[in-house]
């Protein structure tokens, strides 16, 4: 699927910028609109933050707009709560996983297996698509505080390469 989307605006790099930035933060186009839920994102906000002239934006919407495959997919992206920035303040835990390999099979699987065989809640489980973040992360935010010991187990973890707590 993306792999269409990228060949689509690979002559345009300004428009390709303006993509991934929707994709990053779920914002969708529906009838020549950028959304956010159902709150109306205006073109010159996006421009000023992907650092593009609004008229690029424009020229975004009506090149998603005139493919059926490609609309029907920013019709449907979606914003999603990601608590890691507060969780700290609401006494929750932290971590962020990087690994050697992304792509790998099972890293989320292992790591949450570890943690709940500590007996501690997931609160919430995110993990970046590295064709829009740079490094991807793994972020597990936690009921509470990770202990040192089940820190260690993660970070021993094959294909663990940093663990960053918050």
Do not use: N
């Amino acid at each position: 699927m993306w792999s269409k989307i990228e060949s689509y605006f690979e002559p345009y790099p300004a428009r390709w910028k303006v993509v991934s930035h929707l994709v990053r933060q779920g914002l969708s186009i529906a009838d020549g609109s950028i959304w956010s839920g159902d709150v109306e994102i205006p073109a010159a906000s996006l421009a000023r933050a992907c650092g593009v002239d609004r008229r690029v934006v424009s020229a975004t919407i009506e090149c998603v707009e005139r493919d059926d495959f490609i609309r029907g997919v920013f019709r449907d992206l979606e914003p999603t709560l990601f608590l890691a920035r507060v969780a700290p303040r609401l006494g929750y835990g932290v971590l962020e996983v990087m690994v050697e390999d992304p792509q790998a099979p099972g890293i989320v699987q292992a790591v949450t297996s570890e943690i709940a065989s500590a007996g501690i809640s997931i609160r919430q489980v995110v993990a970046d698509d590295p064709r829009f973040t740079d490094p991807p992360m793994l972020t597990v935010i936690t009921d509470s505080p990770l202990p040192g010991e089940l820190l260690e187990r993660i970070k021993a973890m094959e294909g663990v390469i940093e663990l960053i707590i918050r």
